[in-house]
């Protein structure tokens, strides 16, 4: 199995900056793509930002050139920094990370999501 912890949320004003960690951990034996997905009030979840295992990322529409995507394959970790914050951008942040990992059944290749952390942009 693998565990995801994420944190960094939080309270902040718009135009302010955040930075999101998520770590994994568990009996991983390699990890492939990471990224983070939000979901906003009144909204479906959706797709924020990825990461390849060479470190290709892609962004949405909404976020490009504000967030930036980051992994440290050492640490089986994925970053997210959040600059220019707006009141849209706020909602709940959920990190999904594919790997491979043992599970007592063997071996499998599965996706894995975090808890959750809240962002919030106000004044």
């Known amino acids: 199995q693998v565990q995801l912890v994420e944190s960094g949320g939080g309270l902040v004003q718009p135009g302010g900056s955040l930075r999101l960690s998520c770590a994994a951990s568990?009996?991983?034996?390699?990890?492939?793509?990471m990224g983070w997905y939000r979901q906003t009030p009144g909204k479906q979840r959706e797709l924020v930002a990825t990461?390849?295992?060479?470190?290709?990322?892609t962004y949405s529409e909404p976020i490009k050139g504000r967030f930036t995507i980051s992994r440290d394959n050492a640490k089986n970790t994925v970053y997210l920094q959040m600059n220019s914050l707006k009141p849209e951008d706020t909602g709940v942040y959920s990190c999904?990370?594919?790997?491979?990992?043992?599970?007592?059944?063997?071996?499998?290749?599965?996706?894995?999501w975090g808890q959750g952390t809240q962002v919030t942009v106000s004044s």
């Open positions: 999904r990370v594919e790997s491979t990992a043992v599970v007592p059944d063997g071996v499998e290749r599965n996706e894995w």
């Open positions: 568990g009996r991983i034996l390699h990890v492939y793509d």
């Open positions: 990461i390849s295992n060479d470190e290709i990322s």
